[in-house]
């Protein structure tokens, strides 16, 4: 593979250490996807304590899955998933070479739904639980039954979701570098691998919290007498 | 594998966006099913719907917003080899956590009922 | 091997001299000089790591304590476990020897992300010096295994900022190893199949494997400890139904595979210095390659035995030793390989052989030593007590260190373009095989008599078996300066290498010494397999004219 063939024309972001566009493709997805499977065992070390203290104290963990209202966990759920979508559309509008315009529509799309996401949970979650006392180490003032092990869940509530909106923030900005690199014309049907790898990203997070809301809101169910 | 592909080879399936629509469709009519069967009393079987609904969401993003039905069986080694290693970590961390009160250890099949009955 | 170019027997651009200045190392993406960053890095850490070591040991001449308190001894320990453990071992061969080499043995111009690989390097700076930090304001006494509720609720030390630091060190080990699990499988030279490749690069994937499975858990461990720390959260604590076994289930569920990337880099190296210094094939190529896989995959899988006499349940321990036996078995495996290799090879003694050797046998007894300690019985007596710090030491430093030093030694002219003088690296090498044995052998007869690890005094009966490791740690320390000495001499007035001294098989050995900043004017085309050395003709005995016997 004489030099001279390899170094046709490039299109822009093409690295060097690469010999062809399709190799470097190649490794930036499984790239990205080794990072998931890290950000799997990351979050998997939480997931695997909350599943070990949930088993041992089942009925503390309901009644404190009690204190979180099914309403914002289901609504934030939703606006995750438009998020999801808008992100997958995005990709598709460079993909089939659509005006940078459209791409930055469904990209900014997609950061509103995160801005979203985090606004309500901000705002109608932790803040009404740190009114409610109900925020282990910052304000604790909870009174009902099963005290220590409701602690206990609210713990893992505020580290797992604390974690996951955290994860949020850094896709936020990595949706704003986007938008700007779209905006200087970067993307092309040849290429867009920093969309593609930044959605990876992205479902990923929206697939955390698919599973938080599972576990955090509705164990134990929601039935009266649960 | 050494071989390299062309350049500009192997540029992504580009998925109609009915199947997107599709799949947001079923995403959120699966969140609207988790959280109406929560207020119905099934008992144990309550976490077990809601994760069976999890798991299936989790499959269409992955397969379909994140190309996985379209990737190389490399990438789907890699995704399931996360999860395998998370499912480890959290089997042998139970097989102490949640055995710890046994006194005589059962033999055979029965050593997998207490794990079940005590996770759901 | 490969397409043949021509090599200058001298280069006169480098990656060394391509550019100059401190801004062109401290913002290069060159693997080979983020390479020598991580080396010098390394280095310091091993120096600072040990300088608690000679004060314990000196500490330890005296039942009673020669030199401090026990709550000094304490930090003493702790500080000398986490500064070798997450500073110097888990990063030692990866990221030198693994960053230089890798694209060189597979053909390719640089890592798959040599941005990401220089953030590497900035994250353990920086995740070292917090460790610093703390170490100089007063350290840890946790022991390197931060176990709660002392770590949490006690302990008036510095918890936090030593695991900040060890928090981000563990970034920067996982994004080294995606680069490394990428750049194997899309960059290859063409030609250059999975069972062609040395298997220096096999071990690499295999550690590699380990850092981003891992390491995550341990971050997230640490940050759960932080938090109960700081918002005094009893996440751990039995009051509040926590568990402390919890934080060990998670710690150790990363603790144990990091142990496998202390050595299976080191068997790696070891593979390439048997072959290269009897000058043969390696026996059982696929054998040693599935091996090095294997001992990634069941290392997630034993942590539990680290756990044996904390209160685990009877059922995880049955299963977690069985299991810990399984583990010895690939190990067992590359021991024999390797053996067999050497049998009837054209061997040849110099300083990374010497390294080698000294591995294949000190990391057998430190190997044998931890079946031991997989069989519970034998653990209740041996748990807690120097014969876990005696099997320890044998296969991280009789092993790892060892193997480091050797594969430094036999890179050595390929990273700097000299040679070292052979003779001080075999005086080193020996040196320091004797005084490691005189340090550490005593260690498992004062454990198996029973004096407990961690401790800052003694029973009088155990004082000449100390003595003796304390003289032993002195000889140690000696033989590691040596090098130290003799290698920074000969990067100024060492003779000059050619492209290929050792006259070894490998891709690295096909370009010049010190390397050009793209590698390979041409990438090769890679036409046989690993270790292709020649074959000796069989030997034909003069009473059975015509008949040959091998």
Redesign the interface.
Known sequence: MSELAAHGAHPPGFAHQFETVGQQREAGRLGMWVFLVTEILFFGGMFASYTIYRALHYESFVTGSHLLEVKFGATNTYVLICSSLTMALAIRSAQTGKRKGQIIFWLILTMIFGALFLGLKLRFEWYRDYIDGIVPGINWAYNGPHAPGVQMFMCFYFFMTGLHALHMVAGLGVLTVLVIMTARNKFSPEYYAPLEISGLYWHFVDIVWIFLFALLYLIGGRYPGS | MSEHTEQGGNAGHVVPVSTYVLVFFALMAGTALTTGVAYIDLGRWNTVVALAIAVTKMMLVVLFFMHAKYATGLTRIVILAGFFWLGIMITLSCSDELTRTWEIVPKGWNMIVPFVSRLF | MSTAQAVPAESSVNYLNANYGIKSWLLTFDHKRIGLLYLASITLMFFVGGVPAVLMRLHLIEPQGALFEPETYNKLFSTHGIIMVFFFLVPSIPATLGNFLI?LMIG???????KLNLMSWYLFIIGASFALYATLSGGVDTGWTFYPPYSSSYSQTHVVAVALGVFIAGFSS?LTG??F???I?????????WFRLPLFIWAMYATSLIF??????I???L??LG?ER??????FDP?????P??FQ??FW?YSHPAVYIMILPGMGVVSELVTAFSRKKIFGYSFVAFSSLSIAVIS??V??HH?FVT??????G???SVLSFLVAIPSAIKVFNWTATLYRGSISYEAPMLYALGFIGLFTIGGLTGLFLASLATDVHLNGTYFIVAHFHYVMVGGAVMAYLGGIHYWWPKITGRLYPDLWARIAAAIIFIGFNLTFFPQFILGYLGMPRRYAVYPAEFQVLNVMSSAGASILGIGYLIPLIYLTWSMRYGPVAGPNPWKAKGLEWTIPSPPPTENFT??PIVTEEAYNYPVAEPRKYPDTPGVARV
């Not at chain 3, 209160?311 to 995880?316: D, I």
């Open positions: 694209p390719a111009r640089d890592v798959a992300f040599p996982i995606l680069n699990i990428v750049t499988h899309k960059m290859r030279a063409p030609g250059l199949t981003v499975l891992g390491t995550p858990v971050a997230v461990t940050l759960l938090a700081i918002l005094h959260v009893g996440i009051a509040v139904g926590g568990d076994l919890l289930h998670l569920f997630f899988v942590w539990g756990m209160g685990q349940s009877v059922y995880a049955l299963v977690f041409e990438i």
